[in-house]
């Protein structure tokens, strides 16, 4: 009898060994009626006392090694079972910790529930994928897609997606956003049509240069698609000058220039002031704002072949969009001259959005980027160029994006006595760890960005940890920043020991630019019917756990 379990259980040992290290390579190699891939049998021999102890040592470890293999058996039997069949409605129903946590990867179904807590990068950032693919995830982090990786994703597969319920819904034809892209499922959508979408805080500083499928999107209308073979740039010329019109070529015959630069909408943070009172406009949190590598041709260069000079009197360059409404009107917008003529101003217009032609959502083919200045005046799709005496007659430029006194409300407003927002005041916020949070005792890392429009350069970031009592300055990261050329943010990060003893965080942080502006404390004072120029210091509160 003991022999008949001891064969049966040695011979099963080459493959048993493996068990741990390659539950791949075990599967086919046990399962496999290759004659080559059976091991050999060893001879036992019990020729005196001490041999036998450790024989039947040897026997007891293989009898559990036994129980491992007979486990590893029925798991490749159920492996050759037809696998359990769910629907896309499914997996989303499984988004969180109570109902589950599943993901797919191409067609297959996993269960991560118990591996959330365990993910290297923090249960939040797999929680992203929750209920969904993880494939747009994977593209944006590629060390995951490896087949180490791959192995572990196996333990957790649970069926397979149904190839029914891939087919994509029709979409009408007359709806005007039915062409719109495909957005990456980890944007916090604001609004579904027009879109806009800002990145999580979790990823929006994870990098220094913000991943293209992440980059905050704002959109006014349905987004043009755009044929680069087709497209067309008009540039009104001078007086004296001429006329142009520009393929995607002719604009990359000018001196391609390069330019790392932060945009932000002028609704960031808007979330906050309708905690004041209700304001009229998108519910942006911290995330409208990203930062990209922009690459094209100076507007000053392509300006000059077309005539222009920078003159004496007051002038403004206009920007026409495609993209339009369904009476046929563009998104507009405007910059003074003098900046758009300034070599050192570096106003773009760019067609490439870090190293690649620009996504559809962010401008293909081609769009409008002026450094220091509000995302609004960066017109995306750009049709037409002019210089004219005033600035830029649409709704966006006159009766949108300025800033008024808390004391102004709708029926008291007159958007011609404020001129049109153009730089951006000094801004910064905490993206981990997030508001409501638990956090451990112990070293806690506090992370955000920081930016000032106009080119000035982040100085300094001031946090507090007991609600502006007391303050650590927090450290700068990022690429240097050129006096009166500031054009990115500065991700900050502060490492900060906290007592067992304490129960609570309530952080805020501050920012200062080189002109020695700073944050505002409190939202009450800068609030505006509009919910614009957001950028009182930022708080988050958090618990602490031993």
């Known amino acids: ?89 499914d997996v989303r129903s499984h988004n969180n910790p109570e109902t589950g946590v599943w993901v797919t990867l191409g067609s297959e179904v996993f269960d991560v529930t118990k591996f959330v807590e365990l993910h290297p990068g923090g249960p939040s950032k797999l929680m992203l994928a929750a209920g969904g693919p993880l494939e747009p995830f994977w593209s944006l982090y590629a060390f995951h897609n490896q087949p180490h990786v791959r192995e572990l994703l196996t333990e957790y597969k649970i069926g397979e997606l149904n190839p029914e319920d891939s087919t994509p819904p029709s979409l009408e034809a007359s709806d005007p956003y039915a062409a719109d892209p495909m957005r990456h499922p980890a944007l916090r959508i604001n609004s579904q049509r027009p879109f806009n979408a800002e990145p999580p805080p979790e990823l929006l500083t994870e990098s220094y240069i913000t991943p293209n499928p992440i980059f905050f999107t704002r959109n006014h209308l349905p987004v043009p698609n755009l044929d680069p073979e087709t497209y067309r740039l008009h540039v009104v010329g001078a007086p004296e000058g001429q006329s142009l019109s520009l393929s995607l070529d002719d604009l990359r015959k000018f001196p391609k220039h390069e330019v790392t630069v932060t945009l932000q909408c002028a609704g960031n943070r808007r979330s906050e002031m309708s905690k004041v009172k209700e304001v009229k406009g998108l519910e942006w949190r911290t995330g409208a704002i990203s930062t990209a590598r922009w690459a094209g041709a100076r507007l000053c260069d392509v300006l000059a072949q077309a005539g222009h000079r920078v003159c004496e009197t007051e002038a403004h360059v206009c920007f026409e969009g495609l993209d339009s409404d369904p009476t046929g009107t563009a998104y507009g917008a405007s910059i003074p001259l003098a900046r758009a003529m300034d070599p050192e101003a570096e106003v773009l217009l760019a067609y490439e959005m870090n190293g690649q032609p620009l996504p559809r959502d962010h401008g293909f083919p081609v769009r409008v980027v002026v450094p220091g200045v509000v995302g609004a005046r960066h017109v995306k799709w750009l049709g037409r160029v002019s210089v004219e005496s005033e600035e830029s007659y649409s709704h966006w430029q006159r009766r949108d994006y300025k800033g008024f006194s808390p004391s102004v409300d709708w029926d008291t407003v007159d958007f011609d006595l404020a001129p049109s927002i153009q730089e951006l005041p000094i801004q910064s916020a905490i993206t981990q760890p997030q508001d409501g949070a638990i956090v451990e005792s112990g070293e806690v890392t506090i992370r955000g960005y920081a930016w000032s429009g106009g080119g000035r350069a982040v100085i300094r970031v001031d946090v507090s940890l007991d609600g502006g009592l007391t303050w650590q300055e927090a450290e700068l990261e990022g690429e240097e920043q050129q006096p009166r050329k500031a054009w990115a943010w500065r991700i900050w990060q502060l490492k900060a020991q906290v007592s067992e003893e304490q129960k609570e965080l309530n952080i805020i942080c501050k920012a200062v630019d080189d002109s020695y502006n700073v944050q505002p404390d409190t939202v009450a004072p800068i609030w505006n019917l509009r919910g614009v120029l957001s950028n009182a210091w930022h708080r988050v509160h958090v618990q602490v756990v031993p």
């Open 1 to 89: 009898m003991l022999l008949q379990l001891y064969r049966s259980v040695v011979v099963g040992l080459p493959q048993a060994i493996r068990v741990k290290s390659t539950p791949l390579r075990l599967c086919v190699q046990a399962c496999s009626t290759n004659d080559s891939l059976k091991p050999q049998h060893p001879s036992l021999d019990f020729s005196d006392d001490n041999s036998r102890t450790r024989g039947w040592k040897v026997m007891g470890s293989l009898l559990g090694l036994g129980a491992v293999l007979a486990y590893h058996e029925h798991q490749c039997r159920a492996s050759q079972e037809s696998p359990r069949m769910y629907s896309k409605e």
